[in-house]
């Protein structure tokens, strides 16, 4: 079994995040960086694959030069090897990422390809059906269970909808993205992520993979969340309607 | 009547030379066999690493063998149980030690087996042939008729017992018959026996018994407590009698450094190909040593608060398990942390250290399960919400993964000085912790402090987000890496700082300051606030001006009172300030029962029998004491959560120390 899975490297998302003065990039200094947890989820189903069924793990990212880290963290927690997409900067591009993914995953050949759902920066969730449509194969999204049945080729993947779970079928070599309660990521100790410096990590840049640079999508501004105000005490259920009525208009 | 000098006893009475020509033969056999079986068990140590003997610290070592083997300080903290042992133990080494005397008159050049020193010799060995019969008695009485639980006995136990007993008895019976028959030189009964006076008193019950029919007796009790005692020393080394010379060692030989502050081994993690034990050639000779040194006493077990809570841990069982992989020389087919030893039996201790203080032959129960730890998340079997806030102590550098600059929150509206910000230094760093510093119901901890050591005039400052977690229960919880980084971060700072004086109110903190960052390169003079205030109060410096009107009862902390022998500063606050006497539970100071929060058990959820902090709450409210007083962040949180949960609040309120003192400023 060839399992590619996909690891980003976002800001902490317990940190707090500052917009820098420019208006559109936040302040990275003293920023930790981790494996964005939808995609450690990915990863850790698709160790899991391996160890049920066999195979081989390889991590991907797309990212700077630091991203080495994250996948790094992979290879701790005990994927085979690595291959680093160069890009700075253009991360904020779902469609560059997607492509840069599709020229490694043609040349990787694969079973499966796991990543998270979305991730936990930019929260657009769009590499997943870009890439699928790219390669021209299925995609399964938000998975909460995923069943390997080796033989028939084909994944059973159950999802969470609304009022229920939703299993569908699909056919290998397909796309799969991982929900919350896929499972719980294995800790990789720090002297496990030193000792997996002695796995293989390729570098390849968009340059080499032939992928256009320019975004098709730029950030025109951020901005912080306004202050949170504080609450106020109402002194009885008559107040607490008018309030509701009157001020903030919701009933 | 005999001249008194010539008085003597006739060992080899009555025995032709065939006789004694088959007696030294079995004798020669007897010490073969000791000696060989002694190899096999000894070999079995020296696949561990590193010496058997640190060459350190002798006089120390030699004063442990003095208190703990000689004088049985350990065991005679119970009673009867260590009473029983001390007159077995004495009864046998000086019984021992008359037949080594015996052995030398009889088989070297030198003679003096006879007159004054033959008699005070019988007086003495009649004696302490007495305190053995009396200790096995003790024994008997404890194990065949009252049973105490939690005990299961061995074919091995029995053995032990019943050969001492045999032993006792048919050596008495062969003084006696001597005395009764009468010897070669000596007629029956003479006077002089009267300094044997056990036998000589059994032996007057013999009066006008045929001397042919008592000299033939006396030869088979001879000879029964001959081959007894050869036997007995042959198959030494298979039975539980091994501990006489394995739990002597080990007494010796365990290393006070990573010992007595239960201060986890170093690792070099540049060098280290994997992390903790999983093979047995990753044990110190010496603890290999140590698991042949346990004889299943239950002391380390009857204290842990994990086996008293129905969890799947007993330190016993984890030493007996261990050693059971040694004897089938084993690890290869079965990993030894999450197979022999399972995931959940080690992930139940809190590291409260008290099967260490509580073994009497210097088990280090707690280090080996900190080492299998290491395993486990080497090997990435840490659970998963332990996992969470290791991963949060790594980019937020605090388990509660809060931004750390936002390490000063608790102290809003007080002016605490910062060291970044205090010009011309400062005197004493104070090192507020993750706890008061982030959860709301501590962060009263950290503002108790700092009007207290306002009120005292101290010179200090603190860190705030310059301060890292220790990581202390990340070391315990076998994360050695996190540990380290942390450690390493925090000494830079310390340096930058000329930091030579810490002051913290956690115990887990003080613990980890003071005998941990030794190991990477840092000392300073760390003290805890009880110890502190309690100075402050002494020198007069901390005015108490009021009374702490309701009844308090205190807490022994794990870190503060078994790692640090810190149990009396406590309590000379309390009671500076209580207005009735302070109240104590049952298991205080060196059998203080755990909060259930060390160790890295505060971030997991161990959902096995009950919880440990309810156990406590119960044991503290049942004193009748309003107020529980802890002297550790990681006891109240637990204590608060138990309060809560039990819905206790009516009953008990659990406070720091600072709490109270601050109310009596």
Redesign the interface.
């Known amino acids: 079994m060839k399992l590619l899975v996909v690891a980003k490297r976002v800001p ?1 998302p ?3 995040i500052r917009v820098k003065p420019d208006g559109n990039s936040i302040v990275t200094e003293q920023l ?1 960086f ?1 494996i964005n947890p939808f995609d450690e989820i990915a990863v850790e189903e698709a160790l899991r694959i391996k160890e049920k069924l066999g195979g081989e793990v390889v991590v991907l990212s797309v990212g700077p030069a630091e991203a080495a880290e994250q996948v790094r963290t992979a290879l701790a ?2 994927a085979d090897r690595g291959v680093l997409i160069k890009a700075d900067g253009v991360c904020a591009d779902p469609g560059i990422i997607a492509r840069a993914l599709a020229e490694v995953a043609k040349q990787e050949g694969f079973d499966v390809l796991l990543m998270g759902k979305q991730a936990v920066d930019t929260d657009y969730g769009q590499t997943c059906g870009m890439l699928a449509q790219i390669l021209g194969v299925p995609y399964a999204a938000f998975a909460c269970k995923v069943e390997v049945e080796g033989e028939s080729k084909r994944l059973a993947v159950v999802r969470e909808v609304d009022g229920g779970l939703e299993t569908k079928l699909i056919g290998m070599p397909c796309i799969v993205t991982a929900d919350l309660r896929l499972n ?11 000792k997996a410096k002695k796995k293989e990590i390729r570098q390849v840049s968009l340059e080499e993979l032939g992928v256009g640079v320019t975004p098709k999508l730029r950030v025109e501004s951020l901005e912080e969340p306004p202050k949170r105000q504080g609450g106020r005490k109402v002194g009885s259920v008559e107040e607490l309607v008018r309030a509701l009525h009157d001020e903030a208009k919701v009933i | 009547m005999e001249p008194i000098e010539s008085v003597t006893r006739e060992v080899f009475l009555r025995f032709s030379l065939a006789e004694r020509i088959v007696f030294y033969a079995l004798s020669m056999l007897t010490i073969g066999v000791f000696v060989y079986g002694f190899y096999v068990q000894a070999r079995r140590w020296m696949q561990g690493r590193d010496a058997l003997f640190a060459w350190n610290r002798i006089p120390e070592r030699l004063l442990r063998v003095f208190r703990q083997v000689l004088g049985q300080a350990k065991l005679l903290r119970e009673s009867y149980r260590g009473f029983a042992h001390l007159l077995v133990f004495w009864g046998f080494v000086v019984l021992f030690i008359g037949t080594v005397i015996l052995t030398i008159d009889e088989d070297t050049p030198l003679r003096f087996f006879y007159g004054d020193f033959y008699l005070a010799y019988s007086w003495t060995l009649d004696l302490f042939g007495l305190f053995l019969l009396g200790g096995l008695v003790l024994f008997g009485v404890r194990r065949y008729g009252l049973r105490p639980g939690g005990l299961s006995y061995k074919w091995d136990d029995h053995f032990l017992f019943w050969m001492l007993l045999l032993l006792g008895i048919t050596g008495f019976s062969t003084e006696t018959l001597r005395i009764a028959g009468g010897g070669v030189a000596f007629p029956a009964y003479p006077e002089f026996e009267r300094a044997s006076f056990v036998g000589f008193g059994a032996a007057k019950m013999l009066r006008g018994v045929d001397p042919v029919l008592l000299h033939g007796l006396h030869k088979a009790s001879w000879w029964v407590h001959g081959l007894l005692s050869l036997g007995f020393i042959a198959v030494l080394s298979y039975t539980k009698a091994f501990h006489f010379l394995s739990s002597l060692f080990n007494v010796f030989l365990a290393p006070f450094e990573t010992k007595q502050h239960g201060v986890p081994s170093y690792i070099d993690l540049e060098t280290a190909e994997s992390i903790g034990y999983n093979t047995l050639s990753d044990f110190t000779k010496q603890e290999l040593l140590s698991l042949d040194a346990c004889t299943r006493c239950g002391r380390c077990q009857e204290v842990c608060p994990a086996y008293a809570t129905q969890k799947p841990l007993s330190p016993k069982a984890v030493v007996l398990d261990l050693k059971g992989a040694m004897l089938e020389g084993g690890g290869e087919d079965k990993p030894l942390a999450g197979g022999v030893i399972m995931d959940d039996v080690l992930w139940s201790c809190t590291t409260c250290r008290a099967c260490v203080e509580a073994c009497p032959v210097e088990i280090n129960q707690m280090g080996l399960i900190l080492e299998l730890r290491r395993s486990l998340v080497f090997e990435m079997r840490t659970p998963s919400t332990l996992g969470q806030s290791l991963k949060r102590t790594t980019n937020s550098a605090n388990p509660w993964g809060l931004p750390n600059e936002d390490r000063l929150a608790w102290a809003k509206g007080l002016s605490v000085p910062l060291a970044a910000e205090t010009e011309g230094g400062f005197e004493w760093l104070y090192w507020v912790g993750c706890s008061a510093s982030f959860d709301p119901r501590n962060q009263k901890i950290a503002r108790s402090m700092v009007r207290l050591l306002e009120a005292s005039g101290v010179n200090y400052a603190v860190l705030g987000p310059e301060e890292k977690c220790t990581a202390e229960w990340a070391r315990r919880a076998g994360e050695e890496g996190l540990f380290q980084m942390n450690t390493l971060e925090n000494i830079e700072t310390f340096k930058r700082y000329n930091v030579s004086k810490i002051l913290t109110h956690c115990p887990h903190c003080l613990n980890t300051l003071k005998n941990d960052y030794p190991q990477l390169g840092f000392k300073a003079q760390v003290v805890h606030h009880s110890t502190f205030l309690r100075d402050m109060l002494k020198q007069g410096r901390l005015k108490l001006g009021g009374k702490f009107p309701e009844s308090l009862v205190f807490h022994d902390s794990c870190y503060l009172g078994r790692y640090n022998g810190e149990y009396d500063a406590p309590r000379e606050l309390l009671h500076a300030v209580a207005e009735s006497p302070v109240r104590e539970m049952e298991r205080r100071r060196e059998k203080s029962f755990c909060c259930g929060g060390g160790g890295g058990l505060s971030w997991m959820e161990l959902d096995i029998g009950k919880k440990i902090n309810h156990e406590r709450i119960e044991e503290a409210a049942a004193t009748g004491g309003k107020i529980l007083a802890a002297a550790c962040p990681f006891c109240v949180f637990m204590f608060d959560d138990a309060i809560k949960v039990r819905n206790l609040e009516e009953e008990i309120k659990v406070k720091d120390l600072s709490e109270i003192l601050v109310e009596c400023l």
């Open positions: 902490d317990e940190a707090k930790k981790v927690m005990g719980e990521p294995r800790y990789a100790s720090l002297p496990g992520i030193m």
